[in-house]
């Protein structure tokens, strides 16, 4: 692919503003200067430098965020800043987007992409991808209200009550609760069914994948081939997720 093709497909800007940054000699390429946009180079394991920042060729985005309280999962936010404002703007010139939201007050795991099948097939409620949350509740959560969660609670404007996959007393005042769907407001409002509140909502699990321990609010990392496999291996009742990281 020749380089100014390149550097477009990364998010670097028209194709004509690539050509300019290589023709001005910002861009090196396995250690090398390269100010010739039409070089051909192979984009297997391609690594180049832009203004003195590594980048490495993909095809696709696949990311994950640790997502802080006070934002919005929009690109028009209303009250609070936007998630994509703590991403890199040739992300945004790749059209990376949110798959599924979190409200503002709910922290955690974030995945974001510019594959369109691989957000349809992570968000879409028929794939049934199950997503844990962790539940600090107003008050202390009893045995009966761990059962009514796991054999369904009645929401409004829901037409058949709606379960838990799985729910975990972690202690008093804590839950890990598994979901596979992504109603508005669910986790809070199914709280609210059993006569109790959430105080803090986060989500530390999407598929297999565990929010890592060292990746602090606010920050993002691309997600490697073991962390997709781990989101591809848990699925529940879905056939596989084909993707070339």
């Known amino acids: 692919m020749q380089l100014e093709r390149i550097l477009h497909s990364q998010g670097f800007g028209s194709r004509k503003n690539c050509r300019v940054i290589v023709r001005h000699g910002e861009v090196t390429v396995n250690g090398e200067v390269c100010d010739f946009p039409f070089t051909e180079f192979d984009t297997h394991n391609l690594e180049f430098t832009v203004r003195g920042e590594a980048w490495q060729y993909r095809e696709k985005s696949y990311l994950m965020m640790h997502k802080p309280a006070h934002y919005e999962c929009s690109h028009k936010p209303q009250h609070h800043p936007s998630i994509f404002s703590l991403l890199p703007p040739q992300l945004l010139e790749r059209g990376v987007q949110c798959i599924g939201r979190l409200d503002e007050d709910t922290t955690g795991l974030l995945l974001l992409s510019d594959d369109g ?33 796991l054999q369904g609670v009645q929401l409004a404007d829901e037409p058949l009550p709606i379960a838990a996959l ?5 202690s008093d005042q804590i839950i890990h609760m598994t979901l596979a769907e992504g109603k508005y407001h669910q986790v809070k409002r199914m709280v609210a069914a059993v006569s109790n509140r959430v105080e803090a909502l986060k989500r530390i699990k999407i598929g297999g994948l565990d929010l890592p321990d060292d990746l602090a609010p606010g920050e993002w990392r691309w997600l490697d081939e073991s962390a997709l496999k781990l989101l591809n291996q848990k699925q529940s009742l879905s056939t596989p997720i084909e993707i070339n990281v």
């Open 166 to 170: 799985a729910c975990e007393q972690i």
């Open 117 to 149: 099948q691989f957000i349809h097939r992570m968000s879409s409620p028929k794939h049934k991808v199950p997503k844990v949350y962790e539940v600090t509740t107003k008050h202390a959560v009893d045995s009966q209200q761990i059962e009514t969660l």
